[in-house]
């Protein structure tokens, strides 16, 4: 979805709030989930160059 987003022109870092803080903030979640901030939720996806993923935080443990 990031790439696809990227792709037709909208910028990385737009794409990467579109499929995580403004979906927390619909859901009225925003307060726990969708960025990160001292005291929230930190599941983390860490992405390439290229808006692959390279590792994920899950629950405080990490996969490839």
């Given at each position: 979805?990031?790439?696809?987003?990227?792709?037709?022109?909208?910028?990385?870092?737009?794409?990467?709030r579109?499929?995580?803080?403004?979906?927390?903030?619909?859901?009225?979640?925003?307060?726990r989930?969708?960025?990160?901030?001292?005291?929230?939720?930190?599941?983390?996806?860490?992405?390439?160059?290229?808006?692959?993923?390279?590792?994920?935080?899950?629950?405080?443990?990490?996969?490839?």
């Open positions: 979805m990031l790439r696809r987003a990227v792709s037709f022109g909208i910028p990385p870092a737009d794409a990467i579109a499929a995580t803080l403004n979906p927390a903030r619909l859901l009225g979640l925003a307060d989930v969708g960025s990160l901030a001292v005291g929230k939720q930190a599941d983390l996806v860490i992405l390439d160059d290229q808006l692959r993923i390279v590792r994920v935080l899950l629950r405080g443990s990490w996969y490839t």
